[in-house]
């Protein structure tokens, strides 16, 4: 009888670790090891899901037919799949006894047996997924692509906290290395620490696993603790339904008793995308100047392999710039991303959005895509709803049509570039805004078949508009009396003063220059534009 059941919730603790010279280089071994067993086991996964499909009796278990799930039909087809891998040892036990075996010589001194075994098990969670159709094929990881963590399974591995006096005080990793933690430099995280020790102290955890992140030229290290349970509730949730809108770099946030607002994705990684920028712009000089046959007669990059092995000593700093760089882009889309999900999460917990695909708008939208990242957001929202108690539903666009309906019934094609929706009936307002509003009002119908279908109820939209003043209004500008017909925005002062200057046919100063220069004509901060 399983003591707890599968598929049971858990939450992650983390804390930095003190590392000295020796901790360091035998934490490096150690990763480096792990690298070529998990290797090694996702060879031999790939090479097993081969077997299988070779077989014969895949393409006679593939025939059978698929049924409902639970059916006799379902469970047939699922028993001949399963009989074809336990005859070619295809499978999670197999693959973690396999890791277990290539403990010999050298190996077993660096890779820990529970170690190993969570190695096998990860390999083996790629090439299934590969094996399923769900991903593509996993890559084996070279020296350029090390391991970020090694785990182990249960407290019984060799990765333990410990402790001294009921306080948290290091990590033991082996039989003969301990790591300690690093000791808090605030008020706040000694608090922290304290109640890590107590949660540690409670029984309820799980496991343990190193990780370590490059930042800069060195590599820093962490521990994780895995505890039983769900996460802490840290941030206040208020009932009641909030919809979404969701675009490449902005969302339109309407809740259902609440003034609804406009927020930016990833607000704050403005200065991290200039910081990219610069380096990508150095690295790439420094590419053309130090392997100049890797490109073409008109400077573009030849396909295929790349010839800049050698590179300079600024070179090889510049790449380690670039790699920090994308780190604390992502860290603070990540820091951001959250802080606007506890945020939505305390005006609602019913969390309402359209299911697009995030990753068609790459395409159109790259460097948006790239740096703001609405799918990491969505995903990030939904996590955090469900260990809150939260619900997120996203509907389906094509049977709604958000952008394409109106309160009155009317449903119109719009243009991509319309960013205003305009009927007949008198309803103005932003397209994005109006489309997150109508959200609020989309139920699931399921029919005699069993089928459901998401529809827009048009008539509690249209009653609820009656008392909605801040819908029609303009979410960018923070006003909730300007009608939908106008927008606002603040123009470029440097290009306002440059049209000035064409106008005059006079050569003057742009930018702040010229408003110290000329300050009987102070430059615009605010157009207004009429329909």
Not at 245 to 264: C, E, I, L, N, R
Not at 351 to 369: A, C, G, I, T
């Amino acid at each position: 009888m399983r003591k707890r059941p599968r598929g049971a919730p858990t939450y992650v603790e983390s804390w930095p670790l003190r590392m000295n010279p020796r901790a360091t280089s035998v934490a490096g071994t150690r990763f480096e090891a792990g690298r070529r067993v998990y290797n090694a086991c996702l060879g031999e996964a790939v090479r097993r899901s081969l077997t299988v499909k070779a077989d014969p009796g895949w393409e006679e278990a593939r025939k059978l037919p698929k049924g409902k799930p639970g059916s006799p039909e379902a469970k047939a087809r699922r028993d001949a799949f399963k009989a074809l891998d336990e005859r070619h040892g295809f499978s999670e036990r197999e693959l973690m006894s396999y890791a277990s075996h290539l403990r010999v010589a050298w190996v077993r001194d660096h890779v820990l047996a529970q170690e190993a075994q969570v190695l096998g098990r990860r390999a083996f969670g790629a090439v299934r997924s590969w094996h399923l159709g769900l991903r593509g094929k996993p890559r084996f990881r070279p020296v350029s692509r090390p391991l970020r963590s090694l785990e182990c399974k249960d407290l019984f591995g060799f990765v333990q906290p410990v402790m001294d006096g009921g306080q948290l005080v290091g990590v033991r990793w082996g039989k003969d290395l301990v790591l300690g933690v690093a000791q808090p430099r605030s008020e706040a995280e000694a608090h922290e620490l304290a109640r890590l020790s107590c949660l540690l102290a409670s029984g309820e955890l799980l496991s343990c696993r190193i990780v370590r992140t490059r930042i800069g030229s060195r590599w820093t290290y962490r521990v994780q603790f895995v505890v039983d349970g769900s996460s802490p509730l840290r941030h206040p949730v208020r009932e009641g339904k909030v919809s979404l809108d969701m675009g490449p770099s902005w969302v339109d946030v309407v809740p259902q008793d609440a003034p609804a607002f406009t927020a930016k994705l990833a607000d704050g990684v403005e200065r991290n995308r200039r910081e990219l920028r610069t380096v990508s712009r150095k690295l790439d000089r420094q590419h053309r100047a130090g392997s100049p046959s890797c490109f073409d007669e008109r400077g573009r990059h030849k396909p295929g392999g790349c010839d800049w092995k050698e590179r300079s000593k600024n070179a090889a700093r510049t790449k380690d710039r670039l790699a920090d760089a994308h780190r604390r882009l992502a860290a603070q889309r990540l820091r951001a991303h959250r802080h606007l999900a506890n945020h939505i999460l305390a005006i609602g917990t019913s969390v309402r959005l359209e299911d697009l695909d995030y990753r068609s708008w790459q395409k159109n939208f790259p460097h948006s895509v790239r740096d703001r990242a609405p799918g990491l957001f969505v995903r990030e929202l939904c996590r955090k709803a469900g260990s809150a108690g939260a619900s997120a539903y996203g509907f389906s666009p094509f049977t709604t049509a958000l952008s394409q309906r109106c309160v009155c019934g009317k449903k119109a094609k719009k243009p991509l570039s319309e960013r205003t929706h305009r009927c007949p009936c008198g309803v103005s307002a932003p397209r994005d805004h109006f489309s997150a509003f109508l959200g609020l009002f989309v139920h699931p119908v399921v029919d005699e078949e069993g089928n459901t279908t998401d529809l827009l109820d048009v008539e509690e939209a249209r009653l609820a508009l009656l008392s909605r003043d801040d819908i029609c209004g303009d979410p960018a500008s923070g006003s909730t009396k300007l009608r939908g017909s106008r927008r606002r925005w603040r123009p470029n002062p440097r290009a306002v003063a440059r049209r000035r200057a064409r106008l005059n046919r006079s050569p003057q100063p742009t930018g702040d220059g010229a408003a110290r220069a000329n300050p009987a004509q102070p430059v615009p901060t605010a157009l207004v534009l009429a329909p």
